[in-house]
């Protein structure tokens, strides 16, 4: 069973790398909506277990990787393709919409 990876400042330039789209969270334990789009990220991850990366970064605990990509509100997600940002989104939406985005780049 496949559940999102823990991405953080130290291995994320690897995992973003991938030739793979990859799907990143950035939440924070206290962050309300991130609570509510966790198990949908976690849901994703095992629809697209060998399609695409899905990963999470706690922005609490990694500053590097979240002022890189200029994370401002939570929960972000950011959408990379050959690692680019190739779409993104702010807040807590609906699974469909995060599936219609990873599968536009799959």
Excluded: H
């Excluded at 976690?42 to 890189?68: F, H, M, R, T, W």
């Amino acid at each position: 069973m496949s559940k999102p990876i823990e991405i953080n400042d130290g291995n994320y330039q690897d995992i973003l790398g991938t030739e793979k789209p990859v799907l990143v969270d950035f939440w924070a334990e206290w962050c309300g909506p991130c609570k509510l789009i966790g198990p949908v990220v976690e849901d994703l991850a095992k629809d697209y277990e060998g399609k695409a990366v899905i990963g999470k970064v706690d922005v609490d605990n990694n500053p590097a990787v979240s002022a890189q990509f200029g994370i401002r509100s939570i929960p972000t997600l950011l959408f990379f393709k050959n690692g680019e940002i190739v779409d993104k989104q702010i807040g807590a939406v609906p699974k469909s919409v995060l599936s219609k985005k990873l599968e536009a780049q799959l």
